[in-house]
Every structure is written in structure tokens, then in C-alpha cells.
């Protein structure tokens, strides 16, 4: 998606080594945000960040960190990776009129923890 | 609470119209949104509605809104092979710190 990047966009791991996964906009955006999409379960809202330096806990954030230290660049880190951490994971942006239309997505990560 | 409720699968043929439906729990949702994901790929915004519309067009898509019984659907007239998608309602109001998803429908269109 224009303005939006993820990488990598394919990679397996194994259990219990430290993976991170980068998000990076050119958009100038304030909000950024990791989902994770599983089958029957929708997006779930891992972490998300309204400011650099500035980042909050969404619904499934045990076993994630975060860090954003530049606008454009929003980092998920799984600290041990285990099995159920599999999963495809979607950053999003959104701009100060985030009610109104939403957010852009990134192509997604498709991690495999083995 | 939170939750966003849709039928995961909705299989079609090509030229009929399709409805995909959604319920959600809250009321104070401001913004309800529909996404498409194609194969492989990220979620695209298709269209949104603020709460105190009952109905928006858009080209081939028209969703209506039911507030009392918190209900949104999206309908596509004359569906196209390229329609098939997983298609995601979305919920969200003003504070709230991001957008609530539902688990998606599947739609198979049939040539």
C-alpha cells in the first residue's frame, strides 16, 4: 500500500528467539498500530502509538513490545517466540481524522514460529 | 463491551446482489466501516458511515445502518468473480484508542 511498508513479509522462526517486525510510513501520520488476523478471530489490536515515544497496549499485547522513536517507524518485538504467536501481522496508520476514514494497512508479515 | 459479530461465509453468483451483515454491542460507535481483503494482501477500506446516517451509496455498494438494533449491512449489486474477498465490518467512536473488527465474511462469487 502506497506510503506503507512492512517487513519482512514472510518469516519463520523458532521458539524462543526474539523476532521484530518493522512498519515504516511516509506519510507523516500520528497513529500507528500491529494487528495480528487469525482465522475465526478477525484483527486483534496488539499495540498501537499515538506520538513518538508515545505507545499503549491493545488486547493481545502479552509476549509483544513496541517501540516508535521516529514518526515513520513503529517496531513489534516478539521477546521468545512460541507457536501461537504464528499468525499474520498488519500495521496500520492513520492520520488525525482517523474517525472519519479509518486507517490504511501495510501488506502484512506473515510470521511462522516453528 | 467491544464486539463486532459477522457470518463468516457468503457464497453468491456472478450478477446477483450480495449482503453481508454485521452487529455490534456498542452503542456510542460514532463511525462504522467496511474493509475488503483481497488474497494475500492488506485490508482496503471500501466505504464508512457515521452513526446518525441510516443509508450511503456508493456506486455498486450501499450500506444501511439500523441503529436500534445495531445492525450494518453492505450490499453489492451485480457482484463480480473480482468481488470475492473477505470482507470486514469495523467499529469505532470518538476517544477510543483504535477500531474494533469483526472476524470477517468470506465472500465466494460463482460464475
Known amino acids: 500500500d502506497a506510503g506503507i511498508t512492512q517487513s519482512p513479509r514472510h518469516k519463520v522462526t523458532e521458539t524462543g528467539t526474539p523476532v521484530t517486525l518493522r512498519c515504516h510510513q511516509t506519510?507523516?501520520?500520528?497513529?500507528m498500530y500491529w494487528y495480528r488476523q487469525d482465522p475465526g478471530h478477525g484483527l486483534r489490536l496488539i499495540h498501537y502509538?499515538?506520538?513518538?515515544?508515545?505507545?499503549d497496549k491493545g488486547e493481545v499485547s502479552d509476549g509483544y513490545s513496541v517501540s516508535r522513536s521516529k514518526t515513520e517507524d513503529f517496531l513489534l518485538t516478539l521477546e521468545s517466540a512460541t507457536s501461537s504467536q504464528t499468525s499474520v501481522y498488519f500495521c496500520?496508520?492513520?492520520?488525525?481524522?482517523?474517525?472519519?476514514?479509518?486507517?490504511?494497512f501495510g501488506s502484512g508479515t506473515r510470521l511462522t514460529v516453528v | 463491551g467491544e464486539d463486532v459479530e459477522q457470518s463468516l461465509f457468503l457464497s453468491v453468483r456472478e450478477g446477483d446482489s450480495s449482503v453481508i451483515n454485521c452487529t455490534y454491542t456498542?452503542?456510542?460507535?460514532?463511525?462504522l466501516y467496511w474493509y475488503k481483503q483481497e488474497p494475500g494482501a492488506g485490508l482496503q477500506l471500501l466505504t464508512y458511515?457515521?452513526?446518525?446516517?441510516d443509508m450511503k451509496q456508493d456506486q455498486r455498494l450501499t450500506v444501511l445502518l439500523n441503529k436500534k438494533d445495531k445492525h450494518l449491512s453492505l450490499r453489492i449489486a451485480d457482484t463480480q468473480t473480482g468481488d470475492s474477498a473477505i470482507y470486514f465490518c469495523?467499529?469505532?467512536?470518538?476517544?477510543?484508542?483504535?477500531?474494533?473488527f469483526g472476524s470477517g465474511t468470506r465472500l465466494q462469487v460463482q460464475p
Open positions: 456498542d452503542s456510542s460507535s460514532t463511525y
Open positions: 458511515i457515521f452513526s446518525n446516517m
Open positions: 506519510e507523516n501520520h500520528r497513529y
Open positions: 502509538s499515538y506520538g513518538v515515544k508515545d505507545t
Open positions: 496500520a496508520i492513520s492520520g488525525p481524522d482517523r474517525d472519519v476514514y479509518g486507517y490504511t
Open positions: 469495523a467499529e469505532s467512536y470518538t476517544g477510543r484508542r483504535a477500531l474494533t
